[in-house]
Nanobody, 116 residues
């Protein structure tokens, strides 16, 4: 089982920035696809960004050009830099590790609230 701990959420004014961090146990970043998901009240959880163990990166269209996913394999950390935040970015953000047939692991989530 992979243990994931998110941090960095908070309250920010529209147009501002936040950086989320996800600390992973073990050396999971070398063989898992790491991702950030978010879930707003009353909505389904959605994929925001992901980075494969090979380094391929994907973003949901709504955050392209504003959010950047990155990782530090040596430190077992995954980041989500969020710029130009909008009220519609308000959600609980979750870190995810997908290890293929060995399944998914999730963090506890961190709240991001963007006010206008």
């Amino acid at each position: 089982q992979v243990h994931l701990v998110e941090s960095g959420g908070g309250l920010v004014q529209a147009g501002g920035s936040l950086r989320l961090s996800c600390a992973a146990s073990g050396s999971v970043l070398s063989f898992a696809t790491m991702a950030w998901y978010r879930q707003a009240p009353g909505k389904q959880r959605e994929l925001v960004a992901r980075i494969s163990f090979g380094g391929r990166i994907d973003y949901v269209d709504s955050v392209k050009g504003r959010f950047t996913i990155s990782r530090d394999i040596a430190k077992n950390l995954v980041y989500l830099q969020m710029n130009s935040l909008k009220p519609e970015d308000t959600a609980v953000y979750y870190c995810n590790a997908n290890r293929g047939t060995r399944g998914d692991s999730w963090g506890q989530g961190t709240q991001v609230t963007v006010f206008s």
